[in-house]
């Protein structure tokens, strides 16, 4: 790559993180096109990532605000004081995210001078908490042009982040992966035109894999963290309502998180503790395995009491592309990529038996899946390329250095 090409500074919460393979992904297909990367992870992380220099933030150097604070204070009074008002003027959501954004902003402040003898041609936030508020500062600090990527967590999760708003009025675009996001923030106030609605996307796309003879008994996977808004108990009474019902399955649920030990429990209180594996998290060549195996994926997501949810999670055009029969509830943006009956199952979590209906049917009549499947191979083919979809974000990239 040339050093005298525009350069891209990629700011990630925690980078490479094990559960965020899509934004591996995307640097991956920015690296493919090559594109001038500067990569920091403000949390952990660091390294290096397929030939791409990782740089760590050290959190010791957040020492050196007790005199970078009053220096960057003193350059630029206008921002400091609404840093302060905002502070006593404003709740944070949650604790979580009140040190999320301090996070961004001890981020922004130490590398200030650094950016300064430095600037790349365009900051790009991979996360409209930490990430997005490093960038807005930077911006605020040194004029240092910036945009943002706002994910379903950001958004909705206790009303959405604390400054959202405040740093994507700022950015010159944001974007969103599903069109549930987007809408979400034009109807906020952010204008149409600087939303955009680009996808992630596979690197690669593996073969569609053959549908199995005889599906008795069904192979049934969910892939999830272990938390509220994957709704793993309703899927567990699912379970249970389909071995009522009389349908031979296995079922592995793979994931970690806090709710394992009661979801577990609730198993064996339905009575399919036997027949529910729970695997625990997993690497990802181990998860495209556990796809490769299944019939299904089940994918009972909710919103969460704290408005948490999911947008669109990676694993359903996972599942589709290698022909893994996707049954969802239609909860945030699932039924972006899954049409009922077109290409998938939909129904809702609250309603036991339409899961049992369609996991039955697809245990027997092998045209029915065969289409599912190829129309949602289709839909992976056409809008889940990690390489397209990358040189479109390149073609936002451009607009605003006008390279």
């Given at each position: 790559m040339s050093t005298s090409a525009p350069v891209i500074a990629y700011?990630?919460?925690?980078?490479?993180?094990?559960?965020?393979?899509?934004?591996?992904?995307?640097?991956?297909?920015m690296r493919a096109l090559g594109v001038n990367l500067r990569v920091y992870s403000l949390w952990g992380g660091g390294g290096s990532f397929r030939g791409v220099p990782?740089?760590?933030f050290n959190k010791w150097r957040l020492l050196t605000l007790f005199w970078l604070i009053p220096i960057e204070g003193w350059r630029r009074p206008d921002v400091l004081k609404q840093l302060l008002r905002g502070l006593f003027t404003r709740r944070a959501p949650s604790w979580?995210?009140?040190?999320?954004?301090?996070?961004?902003a001890g981020f922004a402040c130490i590398y200030a001078r650094e950016f300064r003898r430095n600037p790349p041609t365009l900051v790009h936030a991979a996360w409209g908490g930490a990430p997005a508020t490093a960038a807005w500062l930077l911006w605020r600090i040194d004029g240092h042009r910036f945009s943002a990527a706002a994910h379903a967590y950001?958004?909705?999760?206790?009303?959405?982040?604390?400054?959202?708003?405040?740093?994507?009025?700022?950015?010159?675009?944001v974007h969103t992966s599903t069109e549930m996001g987007r809408g979400a923030l034009v109807e906020r106030g952010l204008p149409p035109e600087r939303v955009v609605c680009i996808r992630r996307g596979l690197d690669q796309i593996a073969p569609l894999k053959p549908l199995r003879a005889s599906r008795s008994p069904l192979h049934l996977v969910s892939v999830a963290r272990l938390v509220e808004k994957k709704g793993l108990d309703r899927q567990l009474r699912i379970y249970a309502a389909l071995a009522a019902a009389g349908v031979e399955f296995e079922a592995r649920i793979v994931g970690d998180g806090p709710l394992r030990a009661g979801l577990e429990k609730l198993a064996g209180e339905l009575g399919v503790g036997a027949r529910v594996a729970f695997t625990g998290h997993l690497p990802q060549h181990e998860v495209w395995n556990q796809l490769a195996w299944a019939d299904a994926l089940l994918h009972t997501g909710v919103i969460a009491p704290s408005g948490d949810r999911d947008g669109l999670p990676n694993v359903i055009p996972e599942a589709m592309s290698v022909g893994a029969v996707v049954i969802t509830s239609p909860a945030a943006a699932t039924t972006e990529a899954i049409t009922h009956r077109v290409?998938?199952?939909?129904?809702?979590?609250?309603?036991?038996a339409e899961w049992v209906e369609a996991l039955r049917r697809l245990s027997l009549d092998d045209a029915w899946a065969e289409g599912l499947r190829a129309e949602a191979r289709?839909?992976?083919?056409?809008n889940f390329?990690?390489?397209?979809?990358?040189?479109?974000?390149?073609?936002?990239?451009?607009?605003?250095t006008g390279t």
């Open positions: 700011l990630f919460t925690t980078f490479p993180a094990n559960t965020e393979t899509f934004l591996q992904r995307e640097i991956t297909a990782v740089a760590s979580l995210n009140f040190w999320e954004n301090m996070l961004g950001d958004i909705y999760e206790h009303g959405g982040d604390w400054w959202l708003m405040d740093k994507l009025e700022h950015a010159a675009f290409n998938g199952v939909v129904a809702p979590v609250e309603a036991p289709r839909w992976v083919e056409e390329d990690a390489h397209r979809n990358a040189r479109r974000l390149l073609t936002e990239f451009h607009k605003v």
